[in-house]
C-alpha cells in the first residue's frame, strides 16, 4: 500500500497508454462558389403564421364583443389581456429583429403600433421575393459554411444576395414569432376560453372558433408549412 502512494505522478506518466496511433490530421478546404445565390423557397410559412396571427385578433375580438354583450366583466378583460400581451411581444420580436429602432422606417414603426406590424412585413417579404432575380444585386453578403467530411474540414464560401438575406432575416423573425404566439398567446387563450366553456357549460360559436383558431398555432403541428 505504502509503494502505491509513494509513486510519483512522473512515474504513473509513464505508464499511461499512448494516443492512438489512427488519429488523422484535419485537412482545411476551401470551396467558393461561383454564383451569386440570388433564389430561395417561397415564404409559405411567413404568410401561414401572419393569417393565424390575424385570425387569432379577429376572433379574440369577437368574443371580446360579445363577453362585452353579456357584461361578463372578468371574461373580457382576461380575454383583452392574453390577446395583447402576445400580440405587443410580437411587435417587439420584429422590431428587434429587423434592428428597426437604428433605421428611419416610421411607417413600419406606426403599423407596429397599431398591431399590423406582421401584416406589413408580410406584404413586404412577398415583395422582395418576386423581386428576386429580376434586378441586378448591387450590394452581396460573404457567408462561409463549415463542416467535416472524410476527416477533412470543409468550409463553403458564397455570396449571398441582398434581397435573399433580407428575406432570411424576415424568416427569422416570424420563426420566434410563431414560438412567441403559441406559447403567450395561443395556449393561454385556449385554456381560457375551455375553461369558460367548462363552467358555463356552454360554448357560443365565436368561442368554438376562437379554440379552433388556437389550435392550429401550435408548433410542430402535421401539415404545416414549413418555414
Same mark, same amino acid.
Given at each position: 500500500?505504502?509503494?502505491?502512494?509513494?509513486?510519483?505522478?512522473?512515474?504513473?506518466?509513464?505508464?499511461?497508454?499512448?494516443?492512438?496511433? $489512427?488519429?488523422?490530421?484535419?485537412?482545411?478546404?476551401?470551396? #467558393?462558389?461561383?454564383?451569386?445565390?440570388?433564389?430561395?423557397?417561397? *415564404?409559405?410559412?411567413?404568410?401561414?403564421?401572419?393569417?393565424?396571427?390575424?385570425?387569432?385578433?379577429?376572433?379574440?375580438?369577437?368574443?371580446?364583443?360579445?363577453?362585452?354583450?353579456?357584461?361578463?366583466?372578468?371574461?373580457?378583460?382576461?380575454? /383583452?389581456?392574453?390577446?395583447?400581451? *402576445?400580440?405587443?411581444?410580437?411587435?417587439?420580436? /420584429?422590431?428587434?429583429?429587423?434592428?428597426?429602432?437604428?433605421?428611419?422606417?416610421?411607417?413600419?414603426?406606426?403599423?407596429?403600433?397599431?398591431?399590423?406590424?406582421?401584416?406589413?412585413?408580410?406584404?413586404?417579404?412577398?415583395?422582395?421575393?418576386?423581386?428576386?432575380?429580376?434586378?441586378?444585386?448591387?450590394?452581396?453578403?460573404?457567408?462561409?459554411?463549415?463542416?467535416?467530411?472524410?476527416?477533412?474540414?470543409?468550409?463553403?464560401?458564397?455570396?449571398?444576395? $441582398?434581397?435573399?438575406?433580407?428575406?432570411?432575416? $424576415?424568416?427569422?423573425?416570424?420563426?420566434?414569432?410563431? #414560438?412567441?404566439?403559441?406559447?403567450?398567446?395561443?395556449?393561454?387563450?385556449?385554456?381560457?376560453?375551455?375553461? #369558460?366553456? #367548462?363552467?358555463?357549460?356552454?360554448?357560443?360559436?365565436?368561442?368554438?372558433?376562437?379554440?379552433?383558431?388556437? /389550435?392550429?398555432?401550435?408548433?410542430?403541428?402535421?401539415?404545416?408549412?414549413?418555414?
Amino acid at each position: 500500500m505504502d509503494s502505491v502512494s509513494d509513486t510519483s505522478v512522473g512515474e504513473w506518466a509513464d505508464h499511461l497508454p499512448p494516443k492512438s496511433q $489512427h488519429a488523422y490530421p484535419r485537412h482545411v478546404i476551401r470551396k #467558393v462558389a461561383s454564383q451569386v445565390v440570388t433564389k430561395t423557397n417561397p *415564404p409559405f410559412g411567413i404568410v401561414f403564421i401572419t393569417l393565424l396571427y390575424c385570425g387569432e385578433l379577429a376572433t379574440a375580438g369577437v368574443v371580446s364583443y360579445a363577453y362585452s354583450r353579456s357584461d361578463d366583466l372578468f371574461w373580457l378583460s382576461l380575454t /383583452l389581456l392574453l390577446m395583447l400581451i *402576445p400580440a405587443v411581444m410580437d411587435q417587439l420580436t /420584429l422590431i428587434f429583429v429587423h434592428r428597426d429602432l437604428t433605421s428611419d422606417k416610421p411607417f413600419i414603426l406606426f403599423m407596429h403600433l397599431l398591431l399590423l406590424g406582421p401584416l406589413i412585413r408580410c406584404l413586404e417579404a412577398i415583395v422582395i421575393f418576386y423581386r428576386l432575380g429580376r434586378e441586378e444585386e448591387p450590394y452581396v453578403t460573404i457567408t462561409r459554411k463549415k463542416h467535416i467530411q472524410n476527416h477533412s474540414e470543409v468550409e463553403l464560401e458564397q455570396e449571398v444576395g $441582398h434581397s435573399v438575406r433580407r428575406l432570411l432575416t $424576415h424568416r427569422n423573425a416570424f420563426k420566434r414569432m410563431a #414560438v412567441i404566439q403559441a406559447f403567450l398567446g395561443s395556449t393561454p387563450q385556449l385554456t381560457l376560453q375551455l375553461y #369558460v366553456s #367548462v363552467v358555463e357549460q356552454y360554448v357560443p360559436t365565436s368561442r368554438g372558433f376562437n379554440d379552433h383558431g388556437s /389550435l392550429h398555432c401550435f408548433p410542430g403541428q402535421p401539415g404545416r408549412p414549413g418555414l
